[in-house]
């Protein structure tokens, strides 16, 4: 079950970001997306990623080179047949995941591994598209944001997933250069759980008057060590998402904890999005390395 060839489906954020990871990491691998413009955006972010690296001394300009030669894009399902192991990162819907799942299923070899980046979709769910051969193949590898920088990859197994495809997805996230976490198919998996229900409770804390965006912020930057503040990182991985995750974390457990507070649901609805909308707990559009907080209660 040696892993030497990797499929990523999906060129956005996470799975650019996956893409470069594994081929820094020296696999061979083969990116598709559903056009070719989405396809070179893609890799329009690993190359200013691997530039930063290469300014910084990460790796050398020799290195740049090679790890950029060892990712090739495609638009095809088929181009991924022969790949070991496919990470899946597409959009968050469960009937296009489980399609896709269905088509490559049909194509891929029997021995190949199939996991999904989701971040709140079961697993289980998506799994039930495929042949029983492939449901025991089929697992969870949850990486975070941006996934060049962050340490983290959640293993995520089913109550199907055979011992031993487990045991090489924990060791394939070894040599990805993370630290691999194991975690079973419940929704939101370890970090979700813990972290959606903070950043929900910081929205909660602004909407009743506790602080303002900005101290509630440094509260938990200063206070607590954390990189970003609740609000600052709600921004960064994107409101659209955090709302759409809490939906499904809310409709799986019915406990309120989970529950999107209304602000988020009215911001969401007006299409302040955080970051990639330039507006969201702050404006990012006049100057986006410094962001001025928005007047929202
Ligand atoms: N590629 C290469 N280098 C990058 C990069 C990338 N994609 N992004 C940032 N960098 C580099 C910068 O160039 C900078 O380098 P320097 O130190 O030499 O100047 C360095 O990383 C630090 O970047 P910044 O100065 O821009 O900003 P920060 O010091 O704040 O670091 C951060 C950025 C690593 C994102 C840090 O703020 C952080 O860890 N934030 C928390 C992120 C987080 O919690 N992510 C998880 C989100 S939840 C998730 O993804 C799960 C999902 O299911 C919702």
Known sequence: ??????????????????AQTA??????????????????????????????????????????????????????????????????AIIENLDTKRDTYKQLDAVCKPETIFASNTSSISITEMMTSTSAERQKRF??????????????VEVVRTI??????????????????????????KTGFIVNRLLVPYMLDAIRALEEGVGSIVDIDNAMKLGCGYPMGPFTLGDFVGLDTTYYIAEIMFNEFREKRFAPPPLLKRMVLAGLYGRKSGRGFYDYTADPKNPTPMKLV
Request: aromatic share 6%; glycine share 12%; charged share 25%.
């Open 1 to 18: 079950m040696e892993i030497k060839k990797v499929g990523v489906l999906g060129c956005g954020l996470m799975g650019s970001g996956i």
């Open 23 to 88: 081929a820094t990491a020296g696999f061979d691998v083969i990116v598709r997306e559903v056009s070719g413009e989405l396809c070179d955006r893609g890799f329009a972010g690993i190359d200013k990623s691997l530039a930063r690296f290469a300014e910084k001394g990460t790796i050398t300009t020799e290195q740049q080179t090679e790890i950029r030669g060892r990712l090739r894009g495609t638009t095809s399902l088929e181009d991924l047949a022969d790949c070991d192991i496919i990470i899946e």
């Open 139 to 152: 697992i969870g590898l949850h990486f975070f944001n941006p996934v060049p920088l962050m340490k983290l």
């Open 160 to 185: 199907l997933t055979d011992e031993s495809v487990y045991e090489r997805a924990v060791e394939f996230g070894k040599q990805l250069g993370k630290v691999p976490v194991r975690a079973g198919d």
